[in-house]
T-cell receptor, first 114, second 114 residues
Framework: DQQVKQNSPSLSVQEGRISILNCDYT??????FLWYKKYPAEGPTFLIS?????DKNEDGRFTVFLNKSAKHLSLHIVPSQPGDSAVYFC?????????????FGTGTKLQVIP | DAGVIQSPRHEVTEMGQEVTLRCKPI?????LFWYRQTMMRGLELLIY????????DSGMPEDRFSAKMPNASFSTLKIQPSEPRDSAVYFC????????????FGDGTRLSIL
């Protein structure tokens, strides 16, 4: 049972345009959400996060939006650059039994075309 | 500032053999995670340690998998006996405590079981 879903395995965007990566979740106990970026042959690296008490968090070219009622979050990259080409993982955290458990989605591969 | 260090980077072995993956977390981080990445399931949490104590091992696929953390600077993930379906990339990550700090990932071990 996949609690965090990234339904688009891949996405292609022209350089300079907006990239929108989507993520849906089913567990209403998730209280914190994160996006990670992963280049080939490297581990994921943290990109941006958002608490469930907010609906938007912005960091430079990256903005994460959270719609709690729809259990949906999205990552916007504007403008997209070729160096943004990577796999993006959505992750969600819950406090479970006194500790924090993070669940990852399956990832979306973004290709930014020069 | 050394990140999470995993070894080996690549491992190719025949089925039935014992495989040991190693991880050195970031100094001062007291939480350590083992993940497995596959195309179908994305990043799956296998086991999570806090202060060297296993907190949640519900993601460990079966008894052939075991993990230890004998001290704060070292952890192992062992598969015995290995099977072809264990082929995947295995990541180790560490995090500083219960804060909103994100997990920091190593570059992974690519395991191929023939």
């Amino acid at each position: 049972d996949q609690q965090v879903k990234q339904n688009s395995p891949s996405l292609s965007v022209q350089e300079g345009r907006i990239s929108i990566l989507n993520c849906d979740y089913t567990n209403s106990m998730f209280d914190y959400f994160l996006w990670y970026k992963k280049y080939p042959a490297e581990g994921p690296t943290f990109l941006i996060s958002i608490s469930s008490i907010k609906d938007k968090n912005e960091d430079g070219r990256f903005t994460v939006f959270l719609n709690k009622s729809a259990k949906h979050l999205s990552l916007h990259i504007v403008p997209s650059q070729p160096g943004d080409s990577a796999v993006y993982f959505c992750a969600a955290r819950e406090n479970s039994g006194g500790y924090q458990k993070v669940t990852f989605g399956t990832g979306t591969k973004l290709q930014v075309i020069p | 500032d050394a990140g999470v260090i995993q070894s080996p980077r690549h491992e190719v072995t025949e089925m039935g053999q014992e495989v040991t993956l190693r991880c050195k977390p970031i100094s001062g981080h007291n939480s350590l995670f083992w993940y497995r990445q596959t195309m179908m399931r994305g990043l799956e949490l296998l086991i999570y340690f806090n202060n060297n104590v296993p907190i949640d091992d519900s993601g460990m696929p079966e008894d052939r998998f075991s993990a230890k953390m004998p001290n704060a600077s070292f952890s192992t993930l062992k598969i015995q006996p290995s099977e072809p379906r264990d082929s995947a990339v295995y990541f180790c990550a560490s995090r500083a405590g219960y804060s909103n700090q994100p997990q920091h990932f190593g570059d992974g071990t690519r395991l191929s079981i023939l």
